[in-house]
């Protein structure tokens, strides 16, 4: 049988099997709860007990709302090796081809230490160069630095946004503000909340030629040229794989801080795109966020099947989109701190995972990425849980919070966060029969809970790298290269047609340019 007719026989037995409710699978198996959950804990640094070592990381993650049982586990571990999951994984951290549509590694987990040796020193060598440039801003190299532009899209704004916004909560050395919109608005809010004389701009991109960024780039240094900065170019610092082409936009090459072309977009949080939160927050907890992702690195590398958190969680992910027709999944997270990580996680899944064909080029005939979506509890709870609980869609949950509270006011607020956390997992899957139809929670509802320890630099760090593998290991069981993106050139592409007044449209596109002013 060819690994082809394997993988599609094992989705169809997968298909079949019976699909018993949550109830039934906590009834037939008393250790249910404890055989789908995991403590993850990763010692970080060399002795553990030195003092410049991060704290430990531990989180628990629960995966037995979920209806994984042994049959459907046995089926994804036969699937896994069906699809060479681990040549995959051993690909990717040997810095092989594993983007063959770009004909490029992705060597992002290099960039923590995770990877091949020659990889691993290039991403240690740049980052000792963005360390030193952040120590020298720190110092009063480029004078009294108070606030920070960092303008950049998509993968060069969701990480640095989503650290920063997480690990500065108690200390900001910088104040930093990212925007992304090409609406100037969003730029003239972070004129209005930044003194010229004290702000440095990070211009974010990897290819240094993204419209949205070059734009907001260029009005960024008319606002400090107009508003008394006699050298506004000095106040900018580059951060690209394309250093040539920063140079020729004129940024001066001690400011540039480049990372490698193999390193994409929504995975370059770990390279010189994280300047703004190193800024923000200091090397050290830099250093720490990528101790805290290297370690998940090692748990994704070492740990075999189902005791693999990530490929565990890939399995579910599978199992509801692929199996049960689930069209969507939602984070929430439990955590202002955590705020931003629904978003990062929609950039992560749907531009990795979002493809029609898997990577041999043929189409695909099951479905790709659910649409990922999300929000912060409790506030979700009062908005989009109705649809969750009593709509007509399944919609698996993951839940995401910390043990130790973000705040420091009274602890009945973090103590009802979190029941309210625990609360929801629970009433999603018991439900609630009534005799009135509009009372009656069906049940059944499936969810995931991680609980961090604590949401610091490190324990971030290892969400994120659990939630890159999570999707690579997805990737991998489809078939698909998590990779590329092509899907997002053909808008473009149309937008600057638009702007030149060319190309042929459809008569609704003709008609909306017209009344929005292009074209003759
Ligand atoms: O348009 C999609 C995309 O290419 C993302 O993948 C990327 O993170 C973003 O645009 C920004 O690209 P760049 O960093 O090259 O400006």
Redesign the pocket.
């Known amino acids: 049988m060819t690994n082809q007719a394997r993988t599609d026989a094992i989705w169809e037995r997968l298909a079949s099997l019976d699909t018993p409710t949550l109830a039934k699978l906590f009834a037939a198996d008393p250790q249910r709860a404890e055989r789908l959950s995991q403590r993850l804990e990763f010692a970080l640094g060399e002795g553990g007990e030195d003092e410049s070592s991060p704290d430990p990381v531990g989180m628990l993650l629960d995966w037995s709302k979920t209806h994984l049982d042994d049959d459907v586990l046995e089926a994804f571990e036969e699937l896994a090796e069906a699809a060479a999951f681990d040549a995959a994984r051993e690909a990717l951290f040997d810095g092989n081809v594993v983007n063959p549509t770009e004909g490029r590694p992705a060597t992002h987990a290099a960039m923590r230490g995770s990877g091949s040796p020659a990889d691993v020193e290039e991403g240690q060598a740049l980052l000792a160069r963005m360390g030193m440039l952040v120590e020298a801003i720190h110092q009063g190299a480029l004078g009294d630095i108070n606030h920070l532009i960092h303008i950049?899209?998509?993968?060069?704004a969701l990480g640095p946004q989503l650290a920063v916004d997480a690990l500065t909560r108690d200390l900001e050395l910088v104040d930093v503000h990212v925007v992304s919109n090409i609406d100037g608005l969003a730029l003239e809010r972070a004129f209005a909340a930044c003194d010229p004389a004290t702000t440095l701009i990070a211009v974010?991109?990897?290819?240094?030629?993204?419209t949205e960024?070059m734009t907001n780039a260029a009005s960024a240094l008319k606002w400090l040229g107009d508003n008394g900065v006699s050298d506004p170019g000095g106040r900018v610092v580059a951060l690209t794989a394309n250093p040539e082409r920063a140079v020729e936009w004129g940024v001066d090459e001690t400011r540039i801080l480049p990372f490698p072309q193999s390193v994409?977009?929504?995975y370059?949080l770990w390279s010189s795109i994280g300047f703004p939160v190193a800024l923000a927050v200091g090397m050290e907890d830099f250093a720490a966020m990528l101790a805290g992702a290297k370690a998940m690195d090692d748990h994704f590398r070492a740990a075999r099947g189902r005791a693999n958190a990530p490929l565990l969680a890939a399995f579910g992910d599978l199992y509801y989109t692929r199996v049960r027709g689930c069209q969507t999944r939602a984070v929430f997270a439990y955590d202002e701190r955590l705020a931003l990580l629904p978003d990062y996680l929609q950039?992560l899944e749907m531009?990795s995972n979002g493809k029609g064909v898997r990577a041999d080029g043929q189409a695909l005939d099951r479905p790709s990425a659910p649409i990922t979506w999300g929000g912060v509890g409790t506030d979700a709870q009062h908005a989009v849980f109705q649809l969750l609980h009593q709509g007509t869609h399944l919609v698996p949950v993951d839940f995401i919070a910390s043990i130790a509270p973000g705040d420091a006011l009274d602890p009945a607020h973090h103590s009802a966060l979190l029941m309210n956390c625990l609360a929801q997992g629970a009433a999603l899957m018991a439900g609630k029969q009534s005799d009135d139809p509009a009372r009656h929670y069906p049940g059944d509802r499936p969810s995931a809970t991680i609980l961090l320890d604590d949401c610091d630099a490190a324990t971030l760090g290892a969400l994120i790298a659990f939630h890159e593998h999570r999707i690579f290991a997805a990737a991998v069981l489809m078939g698909i290269n998590p990779f590329d993106?092509f899907g997002?050139e053909l808008g473009?592409e149309m937008a600057r047609s638009i702007g030149e007044g060319e190309g042929e449209f459809d008569p609704s596109t003709r008609a909306l340019m017209k009344a929005a002013g292009f074209g003759p």
């Open positions: 950049g899209i998509g993968g060069s974010a991109s990897k290819t240094f030629t993204t960024t994409g977009g929504r370059s950039q531009e993106q997002v473009k």
